[in-house]
């Protein structure tokens, strides 16, 4: 018997230990397969398996200032179709097209594919949840149904050329949409259907649910009530008149938030191909840019008054109906001219010659100084879609003509918002707010916030004492002057008219105006600033104090008691009757009178009784409104 040799006991021993080990790594590899990166591996293998249905999640709302909705999401499911699962496509098909209502042929070819998961669109994309019910009744085999939403628009056409649409996978396209797309998109959920490579269902993997997240929800600083005053008096503005569009804003002079904003005409959001590009892709108020007009005339006034070089009370000018500068013969617009007014006359009759002599004593570096102090002539930073930056003079071009054409608003563009911002600097105290829209950005699953704005004073423009001054102006102006036919009793409306000639290749177009009126409330300390422009009214009178002005008086009237504005007549100017005007009188206090003594006074009214007595109880209209005197004071009588 041989003994093994000692090389070969130690070769052994290797062999052993290398197996040991062998073994050993093998378990503990099995034992990291199996257990630490089972749940990893099983996660890949799902992917190489699964095929998604999705579910989408909702898409951020926009709400206005008050958390009222204006744009949601409607329910609209979408199918899906695995042809492995089914064994007679055909009529799978057929059943689907008659529910559907579509062509039952190219229905059929999308379903007889060799992919594992058909997505039926267009054909069954966004279709109605009735339908849906009605197809999960005939249990199709291998058709399921994807949750899918539309946006919808609570309240139609409103707002539309601000807020703007998504498309067809609900994507912003325009407006709000557009601009906060990243905040407004949710990722989608989905149910995990595992399966082999050829689409049969895998019987030991249940399906799973993947989760997904709305959308942030987008909040305004609009007010619905506001927009929907303001939209009213465009519209019928509008129809009125004949005009190619219009246009609106309504902002708080104090905060630079925007409450309301119009463009005219305006379209269906959720039907946005029918309309000329031209229309969703134009947001008037920050977009148009043209010559404002008499409105700019607010700005020189400032600008004379802050530089201490008119009393508009005590110092006269003579108004001869033109002024000449180098050789240039620059009209009012009325022809004879005003003749001899105060300057505070100037403002309420809107006298280009005496602009251009308050725009002289500032003089041209100035002047030019104090416009783009206001903002003119750069973006007003309000954040919105397509804002302009309009046209200024340069330094080097602004002439002694320009100077006197831009004192009263002519030769230069601007957009409506700069004016807003603007004339409320001008009439707020001399602060210059940057205007916005959105409010917050509020995580509609968490409700934290993730953006938010406030107001933002970019710089002082004019001192308080001045801006006194200017709403004193502006105020006579509505109660004295051009701008009378925006007068409200007790709610104390400032304001200024504007009639600007449009331009076109160069040249002004004869008898194609754009009129606008800005006014604001009340004048003593301005909430609110309302400013509206109508493009090519049709009408035997063209002027914004015959056009513009009524519908900013009626806006003001109609939102005040949304705002919170309360009628008062404290330091009220009055309005002075003028010829053509209709004959008013004070409502006079009849409440604890007799009917016997009443019937004894001699108004020119009109009086009626209502029930049975002998004493007024209340009456209708109350004390101290206006009314005409060939009017009727209802008296509500009782014992």
């Known amino acids: ?210 989760e997904g997240h709305q959308g942030a929800t987008v909040q305004l600083t609009i007010d619905l009530e506001v927009q929907q005053v303001v939209e009213r008096e465009l519209s019928q503005a509008m129809k009125k008149y004949n005009a190619e569009q219009a246009l609106a804003i309504a902002m708080n002079p104090n905060t630079g938030e925007i409450l309301a904003l119009a463009s005219y005409p305006t379209y269906d959001p959720s039907n946005f191909e029918k309309v000329k590009p031209e229309i969703y892709n134009r947001n008037l108020p920050v977009w148009m840019t043209f010559e404002p007009g008499s409105t700019f005339k607010i700005i020189t006034l400032a600008a004379a008054i802050e530089e201490g070089k008119v009393d508009i009370e005590k110092e006269n000018f003579y108004d001869k109906g033109y002024t000449i500068v180098e050789d240039s013969r620059l009209r009012c617009w009325k022809r004879e001219g005003h003749g001899q007014q105060t300057f505070l006359q100037v403002v309420e009759n809107s006298c280009n010659p005496g602009f251009i002599e308050l725009g002289q004593r500032v003089g041209p570096d100035k002047l030019l100084q104090y416009i783009k102090n206001f903002g003119f002539g750069e973006p007003t930073g309000s954040n919105i879609a397509g804002e302009a930056s309009g046209i200024l003079f340069s330094k080097e071009a602004f002439g002694p003509v320009e100077h006197a054409t831009t004192s009263f608003g002519q030769g230069i563009a601007v957009t409506p918002i700069q004016q807003v ?35 933002e004073l970019k710089r002082t423009v004019i001192s308080e004492q001045t801006s006194e001054k200017v709403r004193y102006a502006l105020e006579s102006v509505v109660a004295n002057g051009s701008g009378r036919n925006a007068y409200r009793d007790g709610l104390r409306i400032g304001g200024k008219t504007g009639t600007a000639q449009k331009v076109e290749n160069g040249r002004y177009k004869v008898g194609d105006y754009i009129v606008s009126f800005i006014g604001f409330a009340p004048s003593n300390n301005p909430q609110v600033v309302v400013y509206v422009a109508i493009d090519s009214p049709k009408s035997s009178v063209v002027f914004g104090s015959t056009i513009a002005a009524p519908i900013v008086g009626q806006i003001i009237e109609d939102i005040a008691p949304i705002i919170g504005l309360e009628v008062n007549r404290e330091g009220q100017l009055e309005k002075q009757y003028r010829w053509g005007d209709p004959m008013t009188e004070r409502v006079p206090n009849l409440v604890g009178m007799k009917v016997d003594e009443i019937m004894k006074l001699q108004y020119p009214f009109h009086i009626e009784m209502h029930g049975t007595g002998k004493v007024v109880k209340s009456q209708l209209p109350e004390p101290d409104n206006i009314i005409e005197v060939d009017g009727t004071i209802h008296l509500y009588l009782g014992d």
């Open 1 to 210: 018997m041989k003994w093994i040799s000692t090389v070969s006991k130690k070769r052994l021993r290797i062999v052993m230990y290398g197996f040991i080990l062998f073994v050993i790594a093998a378990i503990v590899r099995l034992f990291i397969v199996q257990i630490i990166q089972h749940d990893k591996l099983t996660e890949l293998a799902k992917e190489n398996w699964d095929r998604e249905i999705p579910f989408a999640s909702e898409r951020g709302e926009i709400v206005d200032r008050n958390g009222e909705v204006i744009v949601t999401n409607k329910l609209a499911p979408t199918l899906y179709f695995m042809p492995a699962q089914n064994d007679n496509i055909e009529q799978a098909a057929k059943q689907i097209a008659s529910v559907l209502k579509v062509d039952e042929k190219k229905l059929y070819e999308k379903m007889n594919s060799k992919s594992y998961l058909v997505k039926l669109a267009p054909e069954a994309k966004n279709i109605t949840y009735e339908q849906a019910v009605e197809l999960q009744g005939l249990k199709i085999d291998g058709l399921y149904t994807g949750v899918d939403y539309v946006r919808h628009y609570p309240y139609g056409n409103l707002l539309s050329r601000f807020i703007g649409f998504t498309g067809y996978d609900t994507q912003g396209l325009a407006g709000i949409e557009y601009q906060y797309d990243k905040y407004l998109t949710s990722k989608d959920a989905a149910i995990r259907l595992f399966t082999d490579a050829k689409g049969n269902t895998l019987p030991h993997v249940d399906d799973e649910w993947r």
């Open 421 to 455: 911002q603007a004339v409320s600097a001008a009439i707020n105290g001399g602060k210059l707010y940057k205007p916005y829209v959105v409010s917050k950005i509020v995580d509609s699953e968490t409700g934290k916030i993730i953006l938010e704005n406030q107001p």
